[in-house]
């Protein structure tokens, strides 16, 4: 069991009392001589006696100052610690990803195993190597990727280990990691199969090698391609149950007695080899033919030039077997210095697998963590990651110093620390250094947001790390990461007894739900939102609209939405730009929801009340800066000009919507408008073929800063544009295959536009009639048993309708 006696303990708080204290030197002045004891004894001084002076100037009784000397100090102190802590530090400097990795030199006993691996990547273009940890299948792997690629350029590295200890990731995480690997956006895929295209696009004939290091399962990478022209990939990983069946993995095993002897001899590197070299097999043997812990052991002996060779053998010989690995282990953990010590007993005791080195400081409280970590590099207990991370050895987290150093101060500090960052690069997203940060991140603010039970005092910082990643996810389209994270701020929040912040997860777990098209989830989360805020009255401006949105979503209840809406319009500020346009986008929705069921004139009326209140809208989201308001504001307008018999109008607003939502990454909604071309396209020229327009925007519970739509029903009514088999192909219906086509895939599940889109798909190519149909139905599943709006039913009907 690792521990930390007293006196290391002492010895530990008093250097970071001085490192924090040398910290803050450059920010008190005078060349840094004044130290932070002297700079708070000047000031208070210099406060009490203005202060002073001042009161007896206006005081009855010169006695009445005496209770003054003793205030003024530590309300002075008071303050500064205040100051201090509110004050939000600068986001930390990005120094981008690290170059692919070195080749670890040397590379004993595995000259046959490299030569196999690079002659069956050049032979099959893609390659795996299968060893247990501690194997060297990583060194091998980085080996062949040089051998085949030797320019930087060239080159491209992703290691797929995640943040979570007890689960590795999942294939989609690890498809979206190579995606950014490769320049790709990750958001652009729902499924780990869609990556394979994008990866055979970005690789073919530019002579790459990709290499996917720490695999911890065969199902991470069997999406992947068997072969990429001119391009070769490499796995390397302990890559545990079924092989796929293109990949045939090289197997690395042991090494064997002469070739670890050999290894340990090169990290040794003295005389002492000479003197004893009969020690050197039960040393080699005693590592079991792991080149780590054979590494491991010629390091420590390196930096112990005192210690002979035989009396290492001696020690070992007296410890049973499964003690033998974690003797040096804990002789290189006793030779630490106290900050090293502690630093890495409260790494091992973390629900979370690695981090950056500011978050290490900020764990152990100290400005800078670097020496500490690297003297933990140096003797094996921690891995240097990608970029600038660090990672305890997995053999290493079992010691039992979890059970000890779980200090609820310690996390606090390192949630506070995350939610710092998290705040400020969210308000630089969507620049690069923001981006490259939550690519580094992400999965670690998860992470973060998981332990249950959470930390005391810790709601309101989970709180911003959950609206940063909501942010983040949003811009990569990574909406099962939006729920899941919704959901892990829910959890906390409940537990925490924060009604507040759970209220606000809530009303985002029912938006999100609403965007991936399951309206009675959403319904449910919006309810126990609700349920925290008892009074109508009280209720935020978020919150109405949440109202009005699930209204819409389940049922043709006009009335109640155009309530909702006054509300939400009088609980909104009344500078609110992107909030008003948002009302006045969900008044147009609900218009020409209404004149769906009217006849032609008075649905003619409506269409343009709707599009004059568009115009309006798309006026106010424009100088409210909300880009993904107007992209919806564009989409509506072009359903208005459609249904009011200006197709060139509807053209040019669908072309402008599909624009904008590309500039927000938003692939749901250029889908929608993909799906309504589409539509428009099939319908006969003096045919109306829209349903109503639904709502226009889900609720955002964040400070606004864009506004996303609800899935959007689209078109249903129109004529059937198929009533027999034309005499000649009509251009319109391949333009239409093709749109339907490219949307296909960026669709949600569920949802009615996912519906509509199965429903032409079925109907424009009948061999596929009966998946697409189920497909369609399917998408229609989670109105089932609640109240829906008449055009799911009517939607549902043609689906039902068709043959099959």
């Given at each position: 069991?690792?521990g ?52 007896l ?17 530590a ?37 046959d195993?490299l030569?196999?691996v ?46 979570d ?14 995606l ?20 055979i ?49 090289v ?12 290894l ?21 043997d ?27 053998v001696?020690?070992?010989?007296r ?72 990672r ?16 609820a ?24 250094d ?21 930390a ?76 925290l ?11 109405h ?7 819409l ?39 020409m ?6 006849g ?13 209140l568009?115009?309006?809208?798309l ?14 504001a ?11 018999d200006?197709p060139f ?9 599909e ?23 099939l319908a ?14 889900e ?18 009514t ?29 669709l949600?599940p ?22 697409h ?23 549902r ?8």
């Amino acid at each position: 069991m690792t521990g930390i006696s007293r006196r290391d303990r002492l010895r530990f708080r008093i250097s970071r009392l001085y490192q924090q204290a040398r910290a803050h030197l450059p920010e008190l002045g005078l060349s840094g001589l004044v130290t932070v004891a002297e700079a708070l004894v000047i000031l208070q001084d210099e406060l009490r006696q203005r202060v002073v002076d001042a009161l007896l100037a206006v005081l009855p009784h010169p006695l009445l100052a005496l209770p003054l000397a003793l205030l003024v100090p530590a309300l002075t102190g008071l303050g500064v610690h205040a100051a201090r802590r509110e004050r939000k530090p600068a986001p930390q400097p990005l120094f981008g990803h690290l170059p692919f990795p070195d080749r670890v030199e040397p590379l004993i006993g595995r000259e046959d195993k490299l030569r196999e691996v690079v002659d069956r990547a050049r032979e099959s273009g893609i390659v795996a190597v299968r060893g247990a940890t501690g194997t060297g299948t990583s060194a091998l792997a980085v080996h062949c990727a040089w051998e085949l690629a030797a320019e930087a350029r060239k080159q491209r590295y992703a290691d797929v280990r995640g943040p979570d200890r007890q689960h590795p990731e999942t294939p989609l995480s690890v498809a979206q990691r190579v995606l950014r690997t490769l320049d790709r956006p990750p958001g652009s895929i729902q499924e780990p199969e869609d990556a394979a295209p994008v990866v055979i696009e970005a690789l073919t004939g530019t002579g790459r090698v990709l290499l996917l290091d720490n695999v911890s399962t065969w199902s991470q990478v069997a999406w992947l391609p068997p072969r990429v022209p001119g391009a070769h990939i490499v796995v390397a990983g302990e890559a545990a149950g079924d092989v796929p069946r293109h990949l045939q993995p090289v197997e690395l095993g042991p090494l064997t007695s002469e070739a670890g002897q050999e290894l340990l001899a090169a990290h040794i590197g003295d005389r002492r080899i000479d003197r004893d070299r009969q020690a050197l097999r039960p040393l080699a043997d005693a590592c079991l033919g792991s080149p780590a812990e054979i590494v491991r052991i010629g390091r420590w002996l390196a930096r112990n030039p005192n210690v002979p060779l035989r009396t290492l053998v001696d020690d070992l010989d007296r410890l049973p077997i499964d003690e033998k690995l974690s003797f040096v282990l804990r002789l290189s953990i006793e030779q630490l210095g106290p900050t090293a010590k502690q630093l890495f007993i409260l790494l091992a005791g973390l629900p979370i697998a690695e981090v950056d080195h500011q978050a290490a400081a900020a764990l152990a409280g100290l400005p800078s963590a670097r020496e500490a970590i690297d003297e933990l590099a140096e003797r094996g207990l921690v891995e240097k990651v990608r970029m600038s991370r660090v990672r305890v050895t997995g053999a290493f987290r079992d010691t039992g110093a979890a059970a000890t150093t779980q200090e609820a101060g310690a996390w606090r500090r390192l949630v506070e620390y995350f939610a710092d960052q998290a705040d400020a690069f969210a308000a630089r997203l969507p620049d690069d250094d923001a981006r490259t940060w939550f690519a580094a991140e992400d999965r670690v603010l998860l992470q973060v947001l998981a332990p249950e039970p959470p930390a005391r005092r810790t709601s309101r910082a989970l709180g911003r790390i959950a609206d940063a990643v909501e942010a983040w996810f949003t811009l990569e389209q990574r909406h099962e990461d939006r729920l899941r994270a919704a959901a892990l701020l829910a959890r906390a929040a409940r537990s925490l007894g924060d009604d507040h912040v759970q209220a606000t997860a809530e009303l985002r777990q029912s938006a999100i739900l609403l965007t991936l098209g399951d309206p009675g989830e959403a319904r449910r989360h919006f309810d126990q939102a609700a349920a925290l805020r008892v009074r109508v009255e009280s209720w935020p401006a978020e919150l109405h609209l949440g109202h009005a949105t699930i209204l819409l979503a389940t049922g043709d209840g006009f009335s109640a939405v155009e309530s909702a809406l006054i509300r939400y319009g009088q609980a909104l500020a009344g500078g609110d730009l992107v909030g008003h346009s948002l009302r006045l986008i969900n008044v147009a929705a609900l218009l020409m929801r209404r004149a769906q069921l009217l006849g032609r004139d008075d649905a003619q009326r409506l269409y343009a009340d709707a599009r004059a209140l568009l115009f309006e809208a798309l006026d106010m989201a424009g100088r409210g800066g909300d880009a993904h308001a107007q992209a919806h504001a564009h989409e509506l307008l072009a359903q208005a000009h459609w249904h009011l018999d200006r197709p060139f109008d509807a053209d040019q607003h669908w072309g402008e919507a599909e624009r904008m939502y590309g500039e927000t990454a938003d692939e749901i909604g250029r889908a929608r408008c993909h799906v309504h071309q589409a539509i428009a396209l099939l319908a006969e020229p003096d045919a109306h073929p829209g349903e109503a327009a639904g709502v226009a925007a889900e609720p955002d519970p964040r400070p606004r800063k864009t506004a996303e739509p609800d899935p959007h029903p689209g078109k249903g009514t129109e004529p059937d544009p198929y009533p027999g088999k034309a005499a000649e192909p009509d251009p319109r219906l391949g333009k239409a295959a093709e749109l339907l086509a490219a949307a296909e895939p960026r669709l949600p599940p569920a949802g009615l536009t996912t519906a509509l889109a199965y429903l032409h798909l079925a109907r424009l190519h009948p061999r596929q009639a009966a998946a697409h149909r189920a497909a369609g139905l399917a998408a229609l599943a989670p109105w089932d048993g609640i109240a829906e709006p008449q055009q799911v039913t009517e939607i549902r009907a043609r689906l039902t309708a068709l043959k099959h």
